[in-house]
């Protein structure tokens, strides 16, 4: 499985934008680049997926850099409920678009 | 909103005993999953089950385990007989494309004593 690399915890203010960095330089011409999150205690939860063009949905917009080694997931105003662990995955066909998830990075949101 | 729903939110039973967990995906959804996650510890992939058969499965899925879609709309995973270190949560999740986002169920807390 292709891998990604993210900083293990970040820490924003409320009402801030919030950009979360994730790194995939082995990324396949396949490959999707998808955002989960988790809060505690619960399932994750889908943020949104992109393949090449930026995505915006109501939850959050990816950023995907020209090259897609690299992609950025931004909150645009964070609230506390955005205190999560944030997961970038890579999902492939040749893996059935399985997603592995990695350790991700624990966001913080001061008040 | 549609959910994943996964029945019971905990189950505590005992080693050596076989358990059943339930999970109803969302109803138009083709792709269907079981994962994971030991306290403390990232969230692993179990098995995927496309078109009533097993589409992969994990080093972790091994004969103790299988998956069942008995009805159309639920989605089983049962342990044979348990071991300590299936002391987990598990979560179904399903999706519409195999590309897609997924949804997941908010997991059973099942703790084997």
């Known amino acids: 499985d292709a891998k990604t690399t993210q900083p293990n915890s970040m820490e924003s203010n409320e009402e801030e934008p919030v950009h979360l960095p994730c790194n995939h330089s082995?990324?396949?011409?396949?490959?999707?680049i998808h955002w989960y999150r988790q809060l505690p205690s619960q399932g994750p939860e889908y943020v949104i997926h992109?393949?090449?063009s930026n995505v915006n949905n109501r939850m959050a917009s990816l950023a995907i850099a020209e090259d897609r080694k690299s992609s950025t997931l931004i909150l645009h105003r964070a609230t506390l409920r955005d205190a999560a662990v944030y997961y970038c995955?890579?999902?492939?066909?040749?893996?059935?678009?399985?997603?592995?998830f990695g350790k991700g990075t624990l966001l913080t949101v001061n008040p | 909103e549609p959910e994943v729903t996964q029945t019971p939110s905990h189950q505590v039973t005992q080693m050596g005993q076989e358990v059943i967990l339930r999970c109803v995906p969302i109803?138009?959804?083709?792709?269907f999953y079981w994962y994971r996650q030991i306290l403390g510890q990232k969230v692993e992939f179990l098995v995927s089950?496309?078109?009533?058969?097993?589409?992969?499965k994990s080093e972790i899925f091994d004969d103790q385990f299988s998956v069942e879609r008995p009805d159309g709309s639920n989605f089983t995973l049962k342990i044979r007989s348990t071991k300590l270190e299936d002391s987990a949560m598990y979560f179904c999740?399903?999706?519409?494309?195999?590309?897609?986002?997924?949804?997941f169920g908010s997991g059973t807390r099942l703790t084997v004593v």
């Open positions: 999740a399903s999706t519409v494309l195999a590309w897609g986002g997924y949804t």
């Open positions: 082995t990324i396949s011409g396949t490959d999707y």
């Open positions: 992109g393949l090449t």
């Open positions: 995955i890579l999902s492939d066909g040749g893996s059935n678009y399985k997603l592995t």
């Open positions: 109803s138009n959804h083709l792709y």
């Open positions: 089950f496309y078109n009533n058969e097993i589409s992969e």
